[in-house]
């Protein structure tokens, strides 16, 4: 986090606190999580079959002036024990709100989250991806921005000015989940000179109409996703270096309630990112209540994911069938699972999802995740993880 962003955030949001206040709120979790590799990794220096880490964040959650002004602040920090690019801090928001009855205005650091669908977020573009926490894209660093909504009974206008942008972090050499060649983080590079101070604009519209939710947005700024273009390092040894274009981004989001059936869309057109392409996200999620008679909803889904770059696409989403099934228990545990699988139509390529949590007493939490990849082909962006099968446990405590 850049020092000069968090002291001019701080110091906005102290300036603005009354000493009159009616709520002061801690929370969070602490964690410890361990990775357990099926196979022997590509690279040798990825010589770890088993990882463990520490997972620490907390909020903060201050209000007054009877609700309308609230400070949040939620710091994160992970230690890892094999990669030291993985062990970071990070300040995941640091939000003054300041809300009245047609329009909210927040000021700092924020997570803002777009999207309606579960295999790819493919619209969601303000804030940069914590790639060292999971390969989910579902971790988020805070962005710095200054955000208006303008709340009319005919919907939400959100304007965002984010004046400083956040690299994304890649884990290191010794870590498994990693591309091959690695990422060299220190040589990256920007499209504008103005590098991480380019000052970067969005603004979106948001509703409801009847059944339907609706978003459409554009973002123009430095792509949260850089092109990785191969180089090679002081040593001649082959690296891939980060480049951040500037790009327009207009995108749309809906989603449909009928019944126990969502259905789900996601589309944008992106330019500046060394070609123009559209890209889509679309499919259904069925609920299923109260399964065999018991208290068991079982959740079917399935997506469909496309961007007509084809095989020159980053994303490894270029032409893929997702498939998954949710299990919510309804017990006393909160006990949840999601099963899933995503086939690429292009190189026969297959990847597993397995997610499932349950609470331990009061405070405790064990979340359980596996991954595993199948025949994968070496031109796809998913051949570096082909032989980093692994299950994962992660016990919290949780106050």
Same mark, same amino acid.
Request: no cysteine.
């Given at each position: 986090?850049d020092?000069?962003?968090l002291s001019?955030?701080t110091l906005?949001?102290s300036?603005?606190?009354?000493?009159?206040?009616?709520a002061?709120e801690?929370s969070g979790?602490? $964690?410890?999580?361990f &990775?357990g590799? =099926?196979q022997t990794?590509q *690279?040798?220096?990825?010589?770890h079959?088993?990882n463990?880490?520490f997972a620490?964040?907390?909020e903060?959650?201050h209000?007054?002036?009877k609700?309308n002004?609230s400070?949040?602040?939620?710091?994160f920090?992970r230690l890892d024990?094999?990669d030291?690019?993985?062990?970071?801090f990070?300040i995941r928001?640091?939000t003054y709100l300041?809300a009245a009855e047609n329009w909210e205005?927040?000021?700092?650091i924020?997570?803002?989250f777009?999207?309606?669908t579960?295999f790819q977020?493919?619209?969601?573009?303000?804030?940069?991806?914590?790639?060292l926490e999971?390969?989910?894209?579902?971790d988020?660093?805070?962005?710095?921005?200054?955000n208006?909504?303008?709340i009319?009974?005919w919907?939400?206008l959100d304007?965002?000015?984010?004046?400083y942008?956040r690299e994304r972090y890649?884990? $290191?050499?010794?870590s &498994?989940?990693? =591309?091959?060649?690695?990422? *060299?983080?220190?040589?990256?590079?920007?499209?504008?000179?103005a590098?991480?101070?380019?000052?970067?604009?969005?603004a979106?519209y948001?509703?409801y109409f009847?059944d339907?939710?609706?978003?459409?947005s554009?973002?123009y700024g430095?792509s949260r996703d850089?092109?990785?273009?191969?180089?090679?390092?002081?040593s001649?040894?082959?690296?891939?270096?980060?480049f951040y274009?500037?790009i327009n981004?207009?995108s749309?989001d809906?989603?449909?309630?009928?019944?126990?059936?969502?259905?789900k869309?996601?589309?944008?057109?992106?330019?500046g990112?060394?070609?123009?392409y559209?890209?889509i996200?679309?499919?259904?999620?069925y609920?299923?209540v109260?399964i065999m008679?018991s208290n068991?909803?079982l959740?079917l889904?399935?997506?469909y994911?496309?961007?007509?770059?084809?095989?020159?696409?980053?994303?490894t989403?270029?032409?893929?069938?997702?498939?998954?099934a949710?299990?919510a228990?309804?017990d006393?545990?909160s006990?949840?699972?999601?099963?899933?699988?995503?086939w690429?139509r292009n190189?026969?390529?297959k990847?597993?999802?397995?997610?499932?949590s349950?609470?331990?007493?009061?405070?405790?939490?064990?979340?359980?995740?596996?991954r595993?990849f199948s025949n994968?082909?070496s031109?796809?962006p998913?051949f570096?993880?082909?032989?980093?099968d692994?299950?994962?446990?992660?016990?919290s405590?949780?106050f």
């Amino acid at each position: 986090m850049d020092k000069k962003v968090l002291s001019l955030t701080t110091l906005l949001i102290s300036s603005t606190i009354s000493s009159t206040t009616i709520a002061n709120e801690w929370s969070g979790y602490a $964690g410890l999580e361990f &990775r357990g590799f =099926t196979q022997t990794a590509q *690279d040798s220096r990825q010589d770890h079959s088993t990882n463990f880490s520490f997972a620490f964040e907390t909020e903060y959650y201050h209000e007054w002036d009877k609700g309308n002004q609230s400070i949040a602040f939620v710091p994160f920090v992970r230690l890892d024990e094999n990669d030291n690019e993985r062990t970071h801090f990070d300040i995941r928001e640091l939000t003054y709100l300041k809300a009245a009855e047609n329009w909210e205005l927040r000021l700092g650091i924020r997570k803002v989250f777009w999207g309606v669908t579960e295999f790819q977020h493919l619209v969601d573009v303000i804030n940069q991806t914590d790639l060292l926490e999971n390969l989910d894209t579902e971790d988020k660093l805070g962005q710095p921005m200054v955000n208006l909504a303008l709340i009319k009974d005919w919907g939400t206008l959100d304007f965002f000015v984010m004046p400083y942008f956040r690299e994304r972090y890649f884990p $290191g050499t010794s870590s &498994r989940l990693r =591309t091959i060649p690695h990422v *060299d983080q220190s040589r990256s590079q920007f499209e504008s000179s103005a590098k991480e101070k380019h000052i970067d604009l969005a603004a979106r519209y948001s509703h409801y109409f009847g059944d339907w939710d609706i978003g459409v947005s554009h973002f123009y700024g430095t792509s949260r996703d850089p092109r990785l273009l191969l180089g090679t390092d002081n040593s001649g040894n082959a690296v891939l270096t980060p480049f951040y274009d500037i790009i327009n981004q207009t995108s749309l989001d809906l989603q449909a309630t009928k019944g126990n059936m969502l259905w789900k869309l996601e589309a944008l057109h992106r330019s500046g990112q060394a070609t123009s392409y559209n890209a889509i996200a679309a499919g259904f999620e069925y609920t299923f209540v109260g399964i065999m008679d018991s208290n068991i909803d079982l959740g079917l889904l399935s997506e469909y994911h496309y961007d007509d770059r084809g095989e020159s696409a980053t994303s490894t989403f270029e032409d893929d069938i997702a498939f998954g099934a949710r299990f919510a228990f309804n017990d006393a545990q909160s006990s949840e699972a999601l099963i899933g699988m995503v086939w690429d139509r292009n190189t026969g390529g297959k990847f597993f999802n397995i997610e499932a949590s349950r609470r331990i007493g009061e405070s405790w939490l064990l979340d359980v995740q596996g991954r595993f990849f199948s025949n994968q082909k070496s031109s796809d962006p998913a051949f570096a993880f082909s032989k980093d099968d692994y299950i994962e446990l992660f016990l919290s405590y949780n106050f």
